[in-house]
Nanobody
Framework: QVQPVESGGGLVQAGGSLRLSCAAS????????MGWYRQAPGKKRELVAH???????NYADSVKGRFTISRDNAKNTVYLQMNNLKPEDTAVYYC??????????????????WGQGTQVTVSS
């Protein structure tokens, strides 16, 4: 299985915006629910947004109203538009499908099937 490839992170001031992109293999992307996860230093990886193959979306309360997830099924690509960024959004952001297996991997810190992620740093 080819890991996803995330890009678009960077350093931004509080209140700024970034757009993340994730290219995934067809096997991962397919008809699966795709999600953006993040992991801050010393914290557990968490799911912040996900989108179904049909476009239905869900967000963690911490990002609701500021982040927008979207996908291009023809390109096997998922995006995360992040607006009004806050210092607490600082983390490495990862994309992957959203399945029970991914949550088991998170609980075990077993990230062999994950990409390298992209660093987002928000300064105050």
């Amino acid at each position: 299985q080819v890991q996803p490839v995330e890009s678009g992170g960077g350093l931004v001031q509080a209140g700024g915006s970034l757009r993340l992109s994730c290219a995934a293999s067809g096997r991962i992307f397919s008809d699966n629910i795709m999600g953006w996860y993040r992991q801050a230093p010393g914290k557990k990886r968490e799911l912040v947004a996900h989108i179904s193959s049909g476009g239905s979306t869900n967000y963690a309360d911490s990002v609701k109203g500021r982040f927008t997830i979207s996908r291009d099924n023809a390109k096997n690509t998922v995006y995360l538009q992040m607006n009004n960024l806050k210092p607490e959004d600082t983390a490495v952001y990862y994309c992957n499908d959203v399945t029970p297996t991914r949550f088991r991997e998170i609980s075990r810190a077993d990230f062999g099937s994950w990409g390298q992620g992209t660093q987002v740093t928000v300064s105050s």
